[in-house]
């Protein structure tokens, strides 16, 4: 792995953002080896809730960090925010991106910071009580639940405030959209998906026939559709093993499963794809994940930027949940028999979910991956 300085944000994220390495490694950092867990993770989000804590010492809030991996892809911190609103904008998309950054309330702060934290709706910096954990823990996850607009309601536990925390950052993402070729509620059936080679449970699958890119990949014995989203240009990429326990080589090689290879291995066919309905809500500690990569410098907080003191402040943890909703069109008026029917005898190739699978969701635009995870257990 190779780490370098960087002096600004712009940098850090035209090293970042567009390169599915670091998206890869901070994914399998979390993952580890037990992989019957659904684990879920927004690398770049994540990135950018950790830095935001710089802000109030000087423009160039993103100094003092290493970085992990390098790309000639360059994307700047404009990007990303433009992103963001467009996907804010775009239509029949929930995106809600919240953080807190929660500081042991016996360590003063600057007044500036507080203030430039009071003017940002998104971003708060709160003080944490660790008499009263309980309380505290209460009243983050009030405000959490008031800005995802009751989307998530808890993000921290009493346990998670201790005697030695000092410091904690919080970063809360929920994100539901509508896919382009929709799933239909009249689609649903009960089908099987198999947890391991002994063990199955009957789950509700969403079905529908459409034109999608689809790839077999057989040197990595697995195969991969794109679902793209509707009005948003993001897309959604499910890896598939081709053995129903295959999950952990797909995860041991993802570097091989890059957005180069995919685009390169898949074509446009007439697709009869079988997918469950899901829901993800994950929530994960980054840090360790960051420290591995070498992200050490940005875990430590320059003094001069938050407190009066010369005390330096650690970013203890760092809590990331992720809320994501994978479901058929809950309204519609299309007789589905009917488009079955006509399309049926078209079909090139069957794509059946029905195992442990990988998933990412990209930026087609900026190609910056959004989410990267895994769905060993699909649950709704």
Request: net charge neutral.
């Given at each position: 792995m190779?780490h370098?300085?960087?002096?600004?944000?712009n940098?850090e994220?035209?090293?970042?953002s567009?390169?599915?390495?670091?998206?890869?490694?901070?994914?399998?950092?979390i993952?580890?080896?037990?992989f019957?867990?659904?684990?879920?993770?927004?690398?770049?989000?994540?990135?950018?809730?950790?830095?935001?804590?710089?802000?109030?010492e000087?423009?160039?809030?993103?100094?003092?960090?290493?970085?992990?991996?390098?790309?000639?892809?360059?994307?700047?911190?404009?990007s990303?925010?433009?992103?963001?609103?467009r996907?804010?904008?775009?239509?029949?998309?929930?995106?809600?991106?919240?953080?807190?950054i929660?500081?042991?309330n016996?360590i003063?702060?600057?007044?500036?910071?507080?203030?430039?934290?009071?003017s940002?709706?998104?971003?708060?910096?709160?003080?944490?009580?660790?008499?009263?954990?309980?309380?505290?823990?209460t009243?983050?996850?009030?405000?959490?639940?008031?800005k995802?607009?009751?989307?998530?309601?808890?993000?921290?536990?009493s346990?998670?405030?201790?005697?030695d925390?000092?410091?904690?950052?919080?970063?809360?993402?929920?994100f539901q959209?509508?896919?382009?070729?929709?799933?239909?509620n009249?689609?649903?059936?009960?089908r099987?998906?198999?947890l391991s080679?002994?063990?199955?449970?009957?789950i509700?699958?969403?079905?529908?026939?459409?034109?999608y890119v689809?790839?077999?990949?057989?040197?990595?014995?697995?195969?991969?559709?794109?679902?793209?989203?509707?009005?948003?240009?993001?897309?959604?990429?499910?890896?598939?093993?081709?053995?129903?326990?295959?999950?952990?080589?797909?995860?041991?090689?993802?570097?091989?499963?890059?957005?180069?290879?995919?685009a390169?291995s898949?074509?446009?066919?007439?697709?009869?794809?079988?997918l469950?309905?899901?829901?993800?809500?994950?929530?994960v500690?980054?840090?360790s994940?960051?420290?591995?990569?070498?992200?050490?410098n940005?875990?430590?907080?320059?003094?001069s930027?938050?407190?009066?003191t010369?005390?330096?402040?650690?970013?203890?943890?760092?809590?990331?949940k992720?809320v994501i909703?994978?479901n058929?069109?809950?309204?519609?008026?299309?007789?589905i028999?009917?488009?079955?029917?006509?399309?049926?005898?078209?079909?090139?190739?069957?794509?059946?979910?029905?195992r442990?699978?990988?998933?990412?969701?990209?930026?087609?635009?900026?190609?910056?991956?959004?989410?990267?995870?895994?769905?060993?257990?699909?649950v709704?």
């Amino acid at each position: 792995m190779v780490h370098i300085k960087a002096d600004d944000i712009n940098e850090e994220l035209q090293l970042l953002s567009r390169t599915d390495a670091y998206s890869i490694n901070l994914f399998k950092n979390i993952a580890g080896t037990n992989f019957t867990e659904n684990v879920l993770v927004s690398p770049i989000i994540a990135f950018e809730a950790v830095v935001m804590y710089g802000t109030s010492e000087k423009k160039n809030k993103y100094a003092y960090m290493d970085t992990a991996q390098s790309s000639n892809n360059n994307i700047d911190q404009q990007s990303l925010q433009n992103l963001i609103y467009r996907l804010n904008n775009a239509q029949n998309v929930k995106l809600q991106i919240v953080n807190n950054i929660c500081i042991d309330n016996k360590i003063p702060l600057k007044p500036e910071l507080k203030e430039l934290t009071n003017s940002l709706s998104y971003f708060k910096i709160c003080e944490l009580d660790l008499a009263e954990p309980g309380n505290t823990a209460t009243a983050i996850n009030n405000w959490v639940d008031q800005k995802t607009n009751n989307l998530i309601k808890e993000i921290i536990q009493s346990d998670d405030i201790t005697s030695d925390v000092h410091m904690i950052v919080l970063n809360a993402v929920y994100f539901q959209a509508f896919l382009k070729n929709q799933f239909k509620n009249r689609s649903i059936r009960y089908r099987a998906f198999y947890l391991s080679n002994n063990n199955k449970k009957f789950i509700p699958t969403m079905s529908n026939i459409d034109s999608y890119v689809y790839g077999n990949l057989p040197d990595l014995k697995a195969k991969f559709i794109e679902l793209p989203y509707d009005n948003c240009k993001l897309k959604m990429t499910i890896i598939i093993p081709n053995e129903i326990e295959g999950l952990k080589d797909i995860v041991a090689n993802l570097e091989y499963f890059n957005q180069t290879r995919l685009a390169s291995s898949g074509t446009r066919q007439n697709v009869y794809v079988m997918l469950p309905k899901f829901k993800i809500d994950t929530t994960v500690n980054v840090k360790s994940a960051f420290e591995n990569l070498g992200l050490t410098n940005m875990l430590k907080a320059k003094k001069s930027i938050s407190t009066t003191t010369n005390e330096a402040l650690f970013m203890d943890k760092i809590i990331q949940k992720i809320v994501i909703h994978v479901n058929e069109e809950e309204f519609n008026n299309i007789n589905i028999s009917n488009v079955q029917s006509d399309t049926l005898k078209q079909i090139e190739t069957i794509v059946a979910v029905n195992r442990p699978f990988v998933l990412t969701i990209i930026d087609d635009e900026t190609k910056m991956t959004l989410f990267i995870g895994l769905i060993s257990n699909p649950v709704y």
